[in-house]
């Protein structure tokens, strides 16, 4: 069965400063990869999405990430962070069936001005 | 509407009582999944609808949990003899493509 790991569950980081947030994957197939946002009391929010093709990928507000199979990774990117960026954000997989999406635990990043 | 909806967006309730939240999915969206999300935990799978096939309950954690979903459309989670560790956010999400998941706001469910 799938599963998706978020190894940090907090991070913190100065306003300005770059940001990476770590996602592993264990899935046989090839994956079909996500990256979502939720801001506090809010629903979750697509920020970007892998199926095929170009490896980096790019979203909304700023966010990139780049699909890397030998790694089995999927890391989400920001080159300078705003304070509006703290939030909780979840990687997902879509499952076996490719009809679930399963999450990571999600990482809570905060940012200090 | 625009968007997936549920409610209602706030439930506090006492151990025992039966609760039932609701989920209005995007309009024409055949799939509709629901998702639990505890204090301090991940995003746990309940269960999920798609079109008229019969729903994959394989999420669900105990028997007191059950969903419905009438038309193809409206969806509605209840939960039986509520427990405290049933506190939680309850999130519903509807795609149409299979590619794209649409989430709700979520209800927050206080069991006291």
């Known amino acids: 069965a799938q599963s998706v790991t978020q190894p940090d569950i907090h991070i913190t980081v100065s306003e300005g400063a770059s940001l990476e947030l770590r996602c592993n994957y264990s899935?046989?197939?090839?994956?079909?990869l996500f990256w979502y946002v939720q801001s506090p009391g809010q629903g979750l929010q697509l920020l970007l999405k892998?199926?095929?093709?170009?490896?980096l990928v790019q979203g909304i507000k700023g966010f990139e990430a780049e699909f890397k199979r030998s790694q089995s990774s999927f890391n989400l990117r920001k080159p300078s962070v705003h304070w509006s960026d703290a939030a909780e954000y979840f990687c997902?997989?879509?499952?076996?069936?490719?009809?679930?999406?399963?999450f990571g635990g999600g990482t809570r990043l905060m940012v200090k001005p | 509407g625009a968007g997936v909806s549920q409610s209602p967006s706030n439930k506090v309730t006492e151990k025992g009582k039966d609760v039932e939240l609701r989920c209005d999915p995007i309009s024409g969206h055949t799939a509709l999944y629901w998702y639990r999300q505890s204090l301090g935990q991940g995003l746990e799978f309940l269960i999920y609808f798609q079109g008229n096939s019969a729903p994959d309950k394989s999420g669900l954690p105990s028997d007191r949990f059950s969903a419905e979903r009438t038309g193809g459309s409206v969806s509605t989670l209840t939960i039986q003899r509520t427990q405290q560790e049933d506190s939680a956010v309850y999130l519903c999400?509807?795609?149409?493509?299979?590619?794209?998941?649409?989430f709700g706001p979520g209800t927050r469910l206080t069991v006291l």
């Open positions: 997902a997989v879509i499952g076996d069936a490719g009809n679930m999406l399963t």
């Open positions: 899935y046989g197939a090839t994956p079909y």
């Open positions: 999400a509807s795609s149409s493509s299979g590619r794209a998941w649409f």
């Open positions: 892998y199926f095929s093709g170009d490896t």
